[in-house]
């Protein structure tokens, strides 16, 4: 019987065997021109199968929040698979009820109510629908560069051309402009971008909607964080359509941005349905939908329900985080450390041109390349140089944005003052390697 313990596997076979047996759409997806091939983890670090260290700035698309091989995380979930491995969501078990508890008590009102899922996608899915139903209207805005999901819905209510198929979209989504403050169709503020959202209301749907959705910080779409104001204007905009306020904090959440639990508080706003994932189960597959609870009576007619949503395992590990993030106060750390991260890569930008912008918040950060800072011409070849340069330097990062040429510092959140300095000169050397 052939089990993954019972031989060493070599780079060949792996990444042939990538190329064999997995689809092309999995097989070409790689962020380096050699595939990396990860053996192990531990805190913030990983090991390629030849030994070799890294610190892992991407953090796996950052679902990894409180660290690789976190002790508690991993007892939590050993203790729930020796016990039951997989209750289906029409049994009860205590598991889902503790967690979803917990994660109430992170929102700013009690009459809220969770629906799990397995992916970011599948609870984008969930938010739309219900929105739908409870309003009785069907279109829903969402921001261009935003990234909600790869399905073919969700696909529709994502504002990146790479994330679409040469289809006809989902019907319902009309995209407004975002308030990108360094390259925005309007430039810096707020007001013209809110206007916007009035004007589409009024021009491209038939006066109501359902929903607007918002990330407090584009993600994919390049690291673009919402303005101070913009949420709560957009929102009241969306309300006054007949909308709700859909906020997606798949990535901003779980203390990640540094000033709060969640990315929407930072702006002052009340979400009516919000949807999380990624680092809710430190890299168990686990998403979330929490909505007011008259939101979610509208689905209660119907039956809906997810295989794998609320398996025990998954949910012990979701308790497991909250525990972790408080215990080891990594909001607070993700606040102190995120900023000396980026102070380091604000020190770079002063000696490298080839940084047209440094931004973010808390472990949450974006560098952007551009040949030339007056007219910020994207520069996605730099960005693809320094990455893998950066990579033979020990640190991975990600890449993301419209023109791909945005890097994406997303670490876990239990990263130290000198894992930023080893940022900082990484990407230093890196530079004036290129430089050359």
Known sequence: MDTLSAREWSYDEIAGGRQKYLAP??????????????????????????????????????????????????????????????????YCHEAPIAFAERLIGKFPAEDYVVHFVNSGAEAIDIATLVARLYTGNHDILTLRSAYHGMHFGTMSATGLALCHQPLPSSPGYVQVANPDQYRGIFGAGVEPYVQEIVNTIDTATSGQIAAIMIEPIQGYGGVVPMPEGYMQKAAEAARQAGGLLIVDEVQTGFGRTGKAFWGFEAHGVTPDIVVMSKGIGNGFPLAATVMRREIAESMAHRKFFNTYGSNPMACAAGLAVLNVLEADRLQDNAARVGAMF?????????????????????????????????????????ADAVQEGLRERGVIVGRSGRFKNVLRIN??????????????????????????
């Open 25 to 90: 759409s999995l097989a070409t997806f790689t962020a380096y021109a050699r595939p990396l091939a990860l053996g192990r983890g531990e805190g913030q670090y990983v090991w390629d199968i030849d030994g070799k260290r890294y610190l892992d700035c991407l953090a796996q698309n950052l679902c990894i929040s409180v660290g690789y091989a976190n002790p508690m995380v991993n007892e939590a979930v050993a203790t729930q698979m020796a016990a039951i491995q997989h209750v289906t969501t029409m």
């Open 411 to 436: 670490p876990p959140l239990c990263v130290t003052e000198g894992d930023a300095g080893l940022m900082e000169q990484a990407l230093d050397e890196t530079l004036t390697s290129l430089a050359r």
């Open 342 to 382: 980026e102070a380091g890569m604000r020190r770079v930008a002063d000696k490298h041109e080839a940084i047209g912008d440094v931004r973010g918040s808390g472990l949450m950060l974006g560098i952007e390349f551009v040949s030339d800072r007056g007219s910020k011409t994207p520069d996605d070849a730099k």
